[in-house]
């Protein structure tokens, strides 16, 4: 069955600094890979979407991941976090051959640091 | 362009009631699926309706279901509820369906069972 791991569940950064948010996914042969976040009290929102082509995927907020398909990751990154990057980021992953279409990682809390 | 809206935002039920969840989706978005999110299983695909008929369905009991109205807008229901049904339910429209990822997340309707 497919899955999606989020190797940490929080994340403390200072304002400023870069971050990285680990995401692993079980071998298929077609999947789509996202990463979402979900603001206090809000809805998920799409940062970015790896469907085929270029590895490096750019996203909104100055966020980008790259699609590692030997090591099935899909790691978020950004180079300097603002205080407003508080949030839970998720990743999911879409199977073209299931029946549950979607499936989303637990998250990781991104504490920004003063 | 109107987001997606949930409604109620907050209700409180009893074990052994039922509830209905509404959700209205972007306009022009024909797919809308429904997401159980607690803090032990995290995100869980639940179903997908696209143009009034269920596309797809997640690993959940007959006690969840949905439909989906002629204008697209959709309701959950959950019947004979049990304490572990306590969870933020989260809709999502999309313009092509789960599969593409494009996902526009509602605020949800955080369910208490008692």
């Known amino acids: 069955a497919q899955s999606v791991t989020q190797l940490d569940s929080q994340v403390p950064v200072f304002e400023e600094a870069p971050v990285e948010l680990r995401c692993n996914y079980s071998s298929s042969v077609s999947v789509y890979l996202f990463w979402y976040v979900q603001y206090p009290n809000q809805g998920l929102q799409l940062l970015l979407k790896?469907?085929?082509?270029?590895?490096l995927v750019k996203g909104i907020n100055g966020f980008e991941a790259e699609f590692n398909k030997s090591q099935t990751s899909f790691h978020l990154r950004k180079p300097s976090v603002h205080i407003s990057d508080t949030a839970e980021y998720f990743c999911a992953v879409s199977d073209l051959r299931r029946d549950d279409k979607i499936i989303f990682g637990k998250g990781t809390r991104l504490h920004i640091l003063p | 362009k109107a987001g997606v809206t949930q409604t109620p935002r907050y209700l409180i039920k009893t074990r052994g009631q039922q509830v209905t969840l509404s959700c209205s989706p972007i306009s022009g978005h024909r797919s809308v699926s429904w997401y159980q999110q607690t803090p032990g299983q995290g995100l869980q695909f639940l179903f997908e309706y696209f143009s009034e008929t269920q596309r797809n369905k997640g690993n959940f009991p007959g006690r969840f279901s949905g439909r989906q109205f002629s204008n697209s807008r959709s309701e959950m229901n959950v019947s004979t509820l049990e304490l572990g049904d306590s969870a933020l339910y989260l809709c999502?429209?999309?313009?092509?369906?789960?599969?593409?990822?494009?996902?526009?997340f509602g605020e949800g309707s955080r369910l208490t069972v008692l």
């Open positions: 999502a429209s999309s313009p092509r369906g789960v599969d593409t990822g494009e996902l526009f």
């Open positions: 790896y469907l085929s082509g270029s590895t």
